[in-house]
């Protein structure tokens, strides 16, 4: 950690995942291109492996919202509300007013402030401001998340680890090979809360973080990890495949029912070997390397926070 208090393997990981999130928007010309391959060639396997595997990206930037958040103690209301909450929503209604007022000027929209509001309540004026949501969703739980995490000792955060690797993942495949989806668990045992984005992946943030120790020294331990990763997403190729043949064509928004499956092998991965690689060899980094990951990783996350609506420095 430098001076400022920013983490270097942090700044890496902002980069990584924006780059990630970037890949997942190009649709056939990057990340839905092994859809334009013969099915079951190398490279058909190849670019489905690339497009699994990209999908760590936006639960990366929970985790790391986790760390810095978390870890925090506990804040008054008032700087919650106005400091936080306040600064994404104010985000999210000039953006989204920004994109109504468009639409209205390219005759897509009639002028009818109301229905701007029914829609933002509703709707997302810009596919990419679900994140907003989400993250004002979650900073509006941030106190209990607080609270849970810092609470928790170990044996839950692994008893979590297993329900959400179980429920999200497993569950799922198990319940297209066996019944093709016809059948599904009782909404009423589903874990929804618990296994939630913006609760799980800042929980683990969190843990990696805070629990995880002398990461320098767990070099076998990320060996393992890659073995486990690269295995769940060849599992998560081999689903998509099945979902494909099952559905009869190959469409983008047909075909992620299992990209996410065991996303947060994924993402545990990705933030652990980062964390362990800086570590290890921060040491060798110039002054002038780490300036300008820190400067470019500060760009990143604001740009990242500006495409979804909220260009707000510090916002996690």
């Not at 009818?112 to 900073?139: R, T």
């Amino acid at each position: 950690m430098n001076t400022s208090g920013k983490y270097l393997y942090l700044e890496i990981m902002r980069i990584l995942a924006c780059f990630f999130v970037i890949f997942n928007h190009t649709g056939n010309n990057g990340f839905f291109l092994f859809s334009q391959r013969s099915w079951g060639s190398v490279q058909f396997w190849l670019y489905m492996f690339a497009s699994i595997f990209c999908k760590f990206s936006v639960p990366l930037f929970f985790a790391i919202s986790g760390v810095l958040l978390l870890s925090q103690p506990d804040e008054s209301m008032k700087k919650l509300w106005f400091r936080r909450i306040g600064r994404i929503a104010m985000s999210l209604f000039v953006f989204s007013f920004i994109y109504y007022i468009v639409e209205v000027y390219t005759g897509n929209q009639e002028w009818d402030i109301p229905n701007f509001f029914i829609q933002l309540y509703e709707n997302n004026w810009n596919f990419s401001y679900w994140y907003l949501y989400a993250y004002l969703q979650m900073l509006i739980t941030l106190p209990f998340l607080r609270t849970l995490s810092q609470n928790l000792k170990n044996q839950y955060f692994y008893y979590l680890f297993v329900l959400f690797f179980f429920f999200n993942g497993v569950l799922p495949i198990l319940q297209f090979l066996l019944w093709e989806d016809k059948h599904y668990l009782n909404g009423n045992l589903k874990l929804g809360w618990l296994t939630a984005n913006i609760v799980f992946y800042p929980l683990m943030g969190y843990f990696l973080q805070n629990r995880v120790h002398h990461i320098e020294k767990k070099g076998k331990l990320i060996l393992i990890m890659w073995s486990v990763n690269i295995l769940t997403i060849v599992v998560c190729c081999v689903m998509t495949y099945l979902k494909a043949k099952y559905v009869g064509e190959c469409v983008e928004s047909k075909s992620q029912a299992f990209h996410n499956s065991f996303s947060m092998v994924n993402t545990a991965c990705i933030f652990l070997t980062t964390k362990y690689l800086v570590a290890k060899y921060e040491k060798k980094f110039s002054k002038w390397f780490k300036m300008a990951i820190f400067s470019m990783g500060g760009y990143i996350w604001n740009l990242f926070m500006a495409c979804n609506g909220a260009s707000v420095s510090g916002v996690s």
